[in-house]
Each structure stands twice: as structure tokens, then as C-alpha cells.
T-cell receptor, first 112, second 114 residues
Framework: GQNIDQPTEMTATEGAIVQINCTYQ??????LFWYQQHAGEAPTFLSY????GLEEKGRFSSFLSRSKGYSYLLLKELQMKDSASYLC?????????????FGSGTQLTVLP | DSGVTQTPKHLITATGQRVTLRCSPR?????VYWYQQSLDQGLQFLIQ???????AKGNILERFSAQQFPDLHSELNLSSLELGDSALYFC?????????????FGPGTRLLVL
């Protein structure tokens, strides 16, 4: 089975840096995704890690440690529009299936 | 805009009824996934199709079924609806060819069962 844990809520200030952690215990692993979801809208893809290390994409970076079953999403220079839910998702083991198992999401509130 | 389209955007119906949700994947994508998102359950994978064939099943109830047509659009059928089926239903698509296999989500259908 899959078990994914992330904090329920976080608050940060505009311009600051915030790190959202995700830990997972899965029966197989074939990549970890981070998605951003504004209330009532579709999740949008932010980042993908399959190997250990840091992936940087502008203001967003994502880190993975497969041995620790741990990932984080780092958001820099926070903007008000970054207020959203951030979803950590693990992809099923390799094969024909490609479904994602999502964590419950971390609701980030950015304050002025 | 992800390129994935879903209709309708909103659906209000009564318990015991049947509804059909429709999804068109991004151009060129062969794989379609259906997810259900309710307030207490988060995003739950329901079912995956690849090029017309079912590939994986998740937490999909027997009252629910889906199919993918030759033009690659997909439909999710929900029958004998219950109050607890009220949720956002998302469709996602992916190319099923590249190593990253990113899924792109449609805008969702908000279903309210009264």
C-alpha cells in the first residue's frame, strides 16, 4: 500500500521562504510529483523527482531522498498568489500503470 | 490551461440517479485517469485507461464505470448515486511514452447529489 504524510496547514509571509515536507511509505516507487491546487481548481504540475537530489525551477525547488522516503518543496520569494494547497504524489511502480497516490495536501496561506 | 477538457463543469442531481462525465485528453495523449476529490478523502485515483484499454483500477466503486473511446475521449458513468458521491471529479491525461509521465489535469466536474 501507499501512505503519504504532509502537514495540513502552513502559514508564511510574502517574500519569505517556505519548505513543505512530504514523507512516504510505499510498496513501490517510480517518482514523486508536487502539484499546486487553488481552491476549486485543477491541480497543476510543479515538479518531478525520481532520483535523489534537488530539482530547481525558478522560485520552486523540490528535493528527494529515496532512502529516507522523504521529499520537500521549497518556495522562495513567496507571493500572495502562492496561497494554495500543495499536493505530494507518488507514482506507482513501473509497468503499465501510471496512477498517482496523493497526500492530503498542505494548505499554504501567504500573509502580506 | 492544461489542454484537458471536461464537461459538464457542474452537475446537480438526485440520489438514485445516473450521470455521465466526459473527458477529452490533451492532443497526442493516450492515457486517461479519473480521480475523485472530496473534502474528507482528498484526491483518490479511480481508474486508468490507455489507448482504449483499462490499465489500472483504484478505489472505484462497482456503481461506477468508465470507458475510453477510439477517439481517446473518456466517459465516467456514476449510477445509483448517493449523497456521499458529491465531489469534484478530475480527469488527467499523459502521453504514456516519456520517462517523466507527467499527468495534466482537466478543470474538473463538480457533482452535487441532493
Amino acid at each position: 500500500g501507499q501512505n503519504i504524510d504532509q502537514p495540513t496547514e502552513m502559514t508564511a509571509t510574502e517574500g519569505a521562504i517556505v519548505q513543505i515536507n512530504c514523507t512516504y511509505q510505499t510498496s513501490g516507487f517510480n517518482g514523486l510529483f508536487w502539484y499546486q491546487q487553488h481552491a476549486g481548481e485543477a491541480p497543476t504540475f510543479l515538479s518531478y523527482n525520481v532520483l535523489d537530489g534537488l530539482e530547481e525551477k525558478g522560485r520552486f525547488s523540490s528535493f528527494l531522498s529515496r532512502s529516507k522516503g522523504y521529499s520537500y518543496l521549497l518556495l522562495k520569494e513567496l507571493q500572495m498568489k502562492d496561497s494554495a494547497s500543495y499536493l505530494c504524489a507518488v507514482r506507482a511502480p513501473s509497468g503499465s500503470a501510471r496512477q498517482l497516490t496523493f497526500g492530503s495536501g498542505t494548505q499554504l496561506t501567504v500573509l502580506p | 490551461d492544461s489542454g484537458v477538457t471536461q464537461t459538464p463543469k457542474h452537475l446537480i442531481t438526485a440520489t438514485g440517479q445516473r450521470v455521465t462525465l466526459r473527458c477529452s485528453p490533451r492532443s497526442g495523449d493516450l492515457s486517461v485517469y479519473w480521480y475523485q476529490q472530496s473534502l474528507d478523502q482528498g484526491l483518490q485515483f479511480l481508474i486508468q485507461y490507455y489507448n482504449g484499454e483499462e490499465r489500472a483500477k483504484g478505489n472505484i466503486l462497482e456503481r461506477f464505470s468508465a470507458q475510453q473511446f477510439p477517439d481517446l475521449h473518456s466517459e465516467l458513468n456514476l449510477s445509483s448515486l448517493e449523497l456521499g458521491d458529491s465531489a469534484l471529479y478530475f480527469c488527467a491525461s499523459s502521453a504514456s511514452g516519456g520517462p517523466t509521465e507527467t499527468q495534466y489535469f482537466g478543470p474538473g466536474t463538480r457533482l452535487l447529489v441532493l
